[in-house]
């Protein structure tokens, strides 16, 4: 596969984290508003928003958001930020992205959540008017927090269900917050017919994905431990459940740590839908012309897998069936057209 046309080619993104993918010069506009010092040159910047190819762990990792979160903390700095990633889905032909981010993090300087979340659907909407790009909204809830704080974020995602947040996810430290320990909170998603996707198999156990799975999520974020239980497998392929793999953020957090040990091929095999996903953009130095280009190197995909995987995106988007038609006919005709 040439990088030109992977790149040119219509993509879709279903896993990528507002704080972890705004531009190290997005973010130096936004801190120099607000009077926050940044590293001065834009290398000794990026290499603090940048995770190194091996980090120690998933905390490791995560330690790169510290920054950047102190930044988006005003109506302003989120409705950038947002504005910010829509530009980069525009410059590799994403026609559709779904942007994660959990609100109760940008309330430091005293927002509201209401006001964080339109801050952010503001500069979404921006995007998709300046650059074309079609996107939606997913609220998390973030593991360590305190029950009822995250069911106000299971409230606040019900409100804005029909302003442009799609769907409900959990991030954050799965290995001491296990699915099960937000049944109540994840009935009460399913109560309110919002669309959830969860975190899972990230690092700790396959258990995690089958629990996800019973506990009503459609999707599974990363989901890669599942390949030590392969007694799973026939769940996720008969509920349809996708998994959206992010590979460069996948070996950055450790979770696998050789190639021969990912489990790209091991669930396409086993009939489980996958597609394909950045994570974070800036913290992973990765766009998702990378991705496929890397699956390309690793596994010999051909321009018709890649089309299937962002098919697959398509069909487990969190969007209406008419919404999905229109994005699988572009694909189709889009790889036709320029594939053949």
Request: proline share 4%.
């Amino acid at each position: 596969m040439k990088r030109a046309l992977v790149k040119k080619l219509p993509k879709i993104e279903l896993h990528c984290h507002l704080d972890g993918s705004i531009r190290p010069e997005t973010l130096r506009k936004i801190a120099e508003q607000q009077a926050i010092s940044l590293p001065a040159s834009t290398a000794e910047l990026t290499e603090c928003l940048a995770a190194p190819k091996d980090c120690h762990d998933l905390n490791d990792y995560l330690q790169r958001f510290d920054l950047v979160l102190t930044c988006l903390q005003t109506e302003e700095a989120l409705q950038l930020a947002a504005f910010d990633l829509i530009s980069q889905a525009a410059e590799e032909n994403i026609q559709y992205i779904e942007v994660r981010f959990a609100p109760s993090l940008h309330t430091q300087k005293g927002l509201s959540l209401p006001k964080i979340v339109t801050a952010v659907l503001t500069g979404l909407n921006q995007g998709q008017e300046t650059f074309g790009v079609k996107s939606n909204a997913l609220l998390c809830g973030m593991r360590h927090e305190e029950l009822s704080a995250i069911e106000k974020i299971v409230h606040l995602a019900k409100e804005y269900k029909h302003s442009g947040v799609a769907g409900f996810d959990l991030a954050g430290n799965e290995i001491d917050f296990p699915p099960y320990t937000f049944e109540e909170i994840l009935t009460l998603v399913e109560q309110s017919a919002i669309p959830l996707t969860l975190h899972a198999g990230e690092c700790g156990c396959g258990k995690n994905v089958a629990d996800a799975v019973y506990l009503g999520a459609k999707r599974i974020g990363h989901g890669i431990a599942l390949k030590d239980t392969p007694d799973y497998f026939p769940l996720l392929r008969d509920q349809q459940t996708l998994i959206e793999m992010c590979p460069t953020s996948n070996f950055q957090t450790r979770t696998v740590t050789r190639l021969e040990d990912y489990p790209f091929q091991q669930f396409l095999d086993a009939g489980i839908k996958v597609c394909i996903n950045t994570d974070n953009r800036t913290v992973s130095t990765t766009t998702l012309t990378d991705e496929f280009m890397k699956l390309h190197e690793w596994y010999g995909i051909t321009y018709q897998d890649m089309e299937l995987l962002n098919h697959n995106a398509v069909t487990g988007a969190f969007i209406s069936e008419e919404e999905k038609q229109v994005l699988h006919d572009r694909l189709t005709t889009a790889y036709f057209e320029q594939t053949n």
